[in-house]
């Protein structure tokens, strides 16, 4: 659309305000994400004509920073193919649109529709079971909005490394169909009730958040690709002939008076957004005739006689006849009169001016429509000649005069404040247009409206066509210095302590940083936020997360510490939460080092294996360091344990069951192997947890860690390494730690082989007794008994002597364990680790001396006397060192055991050594 053909509004409302917006930019590079798809969608459609006469701050076209297509080219947006995009397009109207209280009341009702508002569409009663499950929750505003937390992420791996303008849109998109459901839930529930207010506490925060999506999309919409095109732009300054081409070059130009203009559009969005559908919620009925109550009181009169008393009432009924005859109307055209004003003044706080002409038409007050028209900057283009057909003359070519008059009139106290403010929106009067504006929103609208319309008068007049009349103007308007900060310092300073308070609030801080463009400052605030005692919302949580994760996407700079404060709140509340499929993806977005330790700080809570198994997988599709990962959480548990590894005594121990904590150390392990290639590093972990439980004589669990381990492990070990190609041997670490198994397994093999002989030696078989004065029968049945006793013993003893066999050849295994001895590193040339080296001493000293007891025990108890005192050589040879492990005590009751067996040999006529005496 040309806008010769129609001139619609001063200000850069679409893509055909700017050269540079129409400008081919196919062949520029960026370090963005780029869309593949081409072809805009076309899902939504805008509810009034995408080009409309609206006057905006400095009169403009209506516009929403949401796009009105549901997938627009972003690769077009970011510059890098075909032609653009329009930088600014309409907004969409909302699906049963939120309905307009035109009576002052509190927050909520101008939040949340009345049931007769026309907010009821098709889909109402789609979701009644869904509505009716949701109130019987404790907090049915919680439950309905958990979805959006997958839902967010969902969006996020579709988007982000194609369209991350469309990412944005969908988050606004999923925000808006939240806050739909949760409007219908507090609508179905009782008043008062404190699950209702939570639900509507949670409405208002995605509400919010929807609106703050909006704004970054508009705003980082047009940064891109100012950025994009600094190196094309040309400061081209071309003689104009007119108040419209000053200002488009002016928008073309300047970057900060486009993005006031933005933020004024997106304010508008907001107001348009609680209107909803118009027609719907007008609270009168149009009449022809303006203040028809008045007129029918006046003709009365005029055919009464003159008689009698009667209130004083305008004799005229002109638009200027209350104030000039300074007489009322009648009353119920003073109330009509009230509620059309606020309404007029609703709309153009909504962008909506050409609905405001239209309901003045209605209501029969076409002057008053006439008056909100003077906005347009005037244009003639027959100006340049050019032999062609003449084209219509745009705008108002008295807009100075029609301004001054506008701002008289908005400091005319006699006016309703409504209509005060409505010409002090028209002619930048922002003193009079503050006293109306209740909200923050409001407030900030106020102040960028007036801001671009004083800077565009600014310009105009600096171009040498300012108007005469405007000099009528106040100084402070036409010499005002704006700046944005000097925006938000105002509103600070504001006297409204309703405004005052909104400044504090979450998303209004993060809209105020977003619309400065000042990223540290809001990660301070972040920073602040996140150090306070007070918890931030979950859905708060969420925002910043993705916001952070945009800004990163973006290529900004930021500041990195903040942002993994950020991200390490939101992985805690999804823990929290038990948001599982989540947590590895927000957890991939920290350092590496900082990533290893969050996720393994939620593995150590999660029990059971097959979930395990999932978190695994969920790891290694976000592209986690699995393997560090799963060492760190059964490093952690393990050394959870704050006992000392100490010597202990050759009593038996008193408390030697498995308790919870020696469980979860047993459990770890499983972390380990569910990947083959962490076969060496579950040998190493649990070789490192078997050595504790085998210091505290915890013999059980020591065999449920053992059982734990795969039993191809070392093969696999071995296998692993030859696929690598390595023809060197193992690294010394994996060899040594394959050792220490085997050094393990033998110990616990020995101790079950003398648990079974232990067991078998104490439940011999009893021999019967003869009954006295037997009879035949039970004579025969005794001998019966005994001839199986006989059977029975000597099956006893045959299986004892077995018994007896392995065990001893399982604890020398232990005592006389090759290669050094047992719990002796082979390779010395692994990496030192003092901690276990000292362990494994201490184990040699605690277990072997042990060993060789248990050993006493069994030869003596079979009457192998001479086999023990054979073992006392064991024990004394210089080959293998034994003596050096055991303690002057146990020295002395090992040798106190040999004098027992010296005895005993000695008593069946051997000499002390068990050899036959030679005569």
């Not at 009067?429 to 800077?455: G, H």
């Not at 809570?605 to 097959?610: G, L, N």
């Not at 504790?692 to 070990?717: G, N, Q």
Request: include cysteine.
């Amino acid at each position: 659309m040309e806008w010769s053909q129609t001139w619609l509004s001063p200000v850069v409302r679409d893509a055909e305000v700017t050269r540079a917006a129409r400008r081919k930019s196919s062949h520029k590079k960026v370090a963005f994400p780029l869309a593949q798809d081409d072809s805009p969608g076309t899902s939504t459609t805008p509810a009034r004509p995408l080009l409309r006469q609206t006057p905006g701050p400095r009169l403009k076209q209506t516009f929403t920073p949401r796009s009105a297509l549901r997938n627009p080219d972003v690769s077009a947006i970011l510059g890098t193919s075909g032609s653009r995009t329009p930088r600014f397009v309409n907004t969409p109207r909302t699906k049963g649109g939120l309905s307009m209280n035109l009576d002052d009341s509190d927050w909520t009702n101008s939040l949340y529709p009345s049931p007769l508002s026309g907010i009821v569409d098709t889909s109402f009663t789609d979701d009644v079971s869904m509505s009716a499950l949701m109130l019987k929750e404790d907090d049915p505003g919680e439950a309905a909005s958990l979805g959006l937390f997958p839902e967010f992420l969902e969006s996020y791996l579709r988007h982000a490394s194609t369209a991350v303008f469309d990412l944005l849109e969908e988050y606004e998109a999923l925000c808006q169909d939240k806050v739909s459901v949760l409007q219908k839930l507090v609508l179905r529930s009782a008043p008062g009730q404190q699950k209702s207010s939570k639900t509507v506490s949670i409405t208002w925060l995605l509400q919010q958040e929807m609106v703050t999506w909006r704004l970054i999309t508009s705003l980082y919409r047009d940064r891109v690709q100012t950025v994009l095109e600094e190196d094309i732009m040309m400061d081209i300054t071309m003689p104009s002939e007119s108040e419209k081409a000053v200002m488009e070059q002016f928008f073309q130009k300047d970057s900060m008076v486009r993005q006031s203009q933005l933020v004024v559009d997106w304010l508008e969005s907001i107001a348009k957004d609680d209107i909803g559908d118009f027609s719907d919620n007008i609270e009168y009925y149009a009449k022809s005739v303006y203040w028809e109550n008045t007129l029918h009181t006046l003709k009365l009169r005029r055919n009464q006689s003159s008689g009698g008393l009667s209130r004083p009432l305008v004799t005229e009924l002109d638009p200027d006849a209350p104030i000039r005859q300074k007489r009322p109307l009648a009353d119920l055209d003073r109330e009509d009169d009230s509620r059309l004003l606020k309404n007029l003044f609703n709309l153009i706080r909504a962008g909506m001016t050409d609905e405001a002409q239209r309901l003045c038409k209605r209501c029969g007050q076409a002057w008053r429509a006439a008056t909100l028209e003077g906005w347009k900057l005037y244009h003639d283009p027959n100006i340049n000649g050019g032999g062609g057909e003449l084209q219509p003359v745009e705008g108002n070519p008295h807009r100075s005069v029609w301004k001054v008059c506008c701002w008289r009139m908005a400091e005319e106290e006699q006016f309703n404040k409504y209509e005060r403010a409505i010409y002090a929106a028209l002619s930048g009067n922002l003193k009079q247009l503050l006293p109306v504006c209740e909200s923050w929103e409001d407030t900030v609208w106020a102040y960028f409206r007036v801001m671009v319309d004083t800077l565009v008068e600014q310009e105009i007049c600096s171009s040498g066509l300012g108007s005469e009349e405007l000099e009528e103007l106040p100084r402070d308007f036409l010499e005002t210095n704006w700046t944005l900060e000097k925006v938000f310092e105002e509103i600070q300073a504001t006297e409204s302590k309703r405004v005052l308070d909104a400044t504090k609030e979450h998303y209004h801080v993060i809209q105020k940083f977003v619309i400065l463009g000042d990223l540290d400052g809001l990660l301070e605030e972040f920073s602040d936020w996140l150090g306070r005692n007070t918890p931030l919302p979950a859905h708060l949580l969420r925002f910043m997360s993705h916001l952070v994760l945009f800004y990163r996407s973006l290529g900004m700079q930021l500041k990195e510490e903040v942002c993994v404060d950020v991200l390490k709140a939101y992985i805690s509340l999804l823990v929290k939460e038990k948001q599982v499929e989540l947590i590895a993806f927000y957890v991939s977005h920290l350092p590496a080092d900082l990533a290893v330790s969050q996720y393994a700080q939620f593995l150590e809570e999660v029990t059971e294996t097959e979930q395990r198994k999932h978190c695994l997988e969920l790891a290694t599709q976000a592209g986690l360091e699995v393997a560090a990962i799963t060492k760190t959480v059964v490093e952690t548990i393990r050394e959870r344990d704050t006992d000392e590894f100490s010597h202990h005594d050759l009593t038996p121990a008193l408390d030697t069951a498995t308790t919870v904590e020696d469980q979860q150390k047993i459990d770890v392990i499983d972390w380990l192997v569910f990947d083959p290639a962490q076969r060496a590093e579950a040998l190493k972990q649990s070789n490192a947890i078997m050595r504790k439980f085998l210091a505290s004589k915890k013999h059980d669990a020591a065999k449920m860690v053992f059982a734990k381990v795969p039993e191809d492990s070392m093969r696999e070990i071995y296998r692993q390494w030859e696929e690598q190609g390595m023809d060197t041997p193992l690294p010394a670490e994996e060899e040594n730690a394959i050792r220490e198994h085997l050094c393990i397994r033998a110990y616990l093999e020995a101790h079950e082989a003398f648990n079974e002989w232990f067991k078998h030696m104490n439940c011999p078989p009893v021999k019967p007794t003869a009954p006295a004065q037997a009879k035949f029968t039970e004579k025969v049945a005794h001998e019966m008994k005994e001839a199986e006793y006989k059977i029975e013993l000597e099956n006893w003893q045959g299986r004892l002597g077995a018994l007896t066999e392995d065990v001893k050849e399982r604890i020398y295994n232990v005592l006389l364990f090759v290669d050094g001895g047992w719990m002796v590193d082979v390779r010395e040339d692994a990496e030192e680790d003092s901690e276990r080296s000292h362990q494994m001493t201490l184990l040699r000293r605690l277990c072997l001396p042990m060993m060789s007891f248990l050993l006493l025990t069994v030869l003596q108890r079979t009457e192998r006397h001479q086999e023990s005192l054979r073992l006392a050589d064991i024990i004394a040879s210089d080959q293998h060192k034994l003596y050096e492990v055991f303690s002057k005590d146990e020295l002395q009751k090992f040798l106190q055991k040999m004098r027992e067996s010296s005895l005993l040999l000695l008593d069946k006529g051997l000499d002390p050594l068990g050899y036959e005496i030679q005569p």
